[in-house]
């Protein structure tokens, strides 16, 4: 073979040498490039996302400067009180409840019964107090906006079965469903007489929002370890795990001090 001939082959190898080694490159920065735009897709969706989730309340009026207007009826420290029963009762049970929360609504359920039983012979005195925790700890603000709409019915004196409506209607606690006025407005039909303009304009207007955050606060002031915090004459009942409380037991305690 000539001299000319091994220096064609080896500038052929060197070129395809060459030419593999740009492809390698080509390759990586594709890969690289491949990497970034899902990493940034990613990210975007995040934030798409993101943005879904804070803005999935609708109408919600979480974040509320106006004036703290306490319902109808409220009372104690700040007007922060939400008094159901007569002031001659002997005994009287302060309840923090938030009605996104999971476990305020099972004690409704299982208390309910009695404590309206006690309420009713005007044995005992339900102090009701809202907080927010589960729009802290979750996100949204239906613990915020439920809030505001039980203090609207307080307004026209249906707390009480609005409440009761609210807990038995409770969105899974990652739902914030309750961020909706529309869902709070349609929840009032179920009560006899509230689904008026006047309560749905409450809603909307968000009328009790500042006096709702302001009893969260007193909440945290308070603190609580968590809803639904139970009091008996200022005793937490609730959270004695080693005497754990039941219905017979609280209808016994009121009973005798009722005597």
Known sequence: ??????????????????????????????????????????????????????NSGGDSKKESSGPVTPPAGASGKDSLTIPV???????????????????????ETQYSPTIRELADKGQLKVEYHLATIIDGNMGGSGSVNAGNAAACAQDAGKFTPYHDVLYKNQPPETDDAFAKDSRLIELAKEVDGLDTDTFKKCVEDGTHVSWVNKSNDAFRAGKFT????????????FAD?????????????VEEAAK
Not at 19 to 30: G, H, I, V
């Open 1 to 54: 073979m000539s001299e000319k001939n091994r220096e064609g082959k080896r500038a052929a190898r060197d070129r395809l040498a060459q030419e593999r080694a740009q492809q390698k490159s080509r390759d990586k920065r594709r890969r690289i490039l491949i990497v970034a735009s899902a990493v940034v897709g990613v990210l975007g969706l995040a934030a798409i996302a993101g943005v879904i989730a804070a």
């Open 85 to 107: 029963g007569k002031d001659s009762a002997k005994s009287t049970l302060t309840i923090w409840e938030d009605f996104r929360c999971p476990a305020c609504a099972s004690f």
């Open 226 to 237: 968590g809803t639904p915090t139970v009091l008996l004459d200022g005793k937490n009942i």
């Open 241 to 253: 795990q080693k005497n754990p409380l039941t219905p017979e037991k609280l209808k016994k305690q």
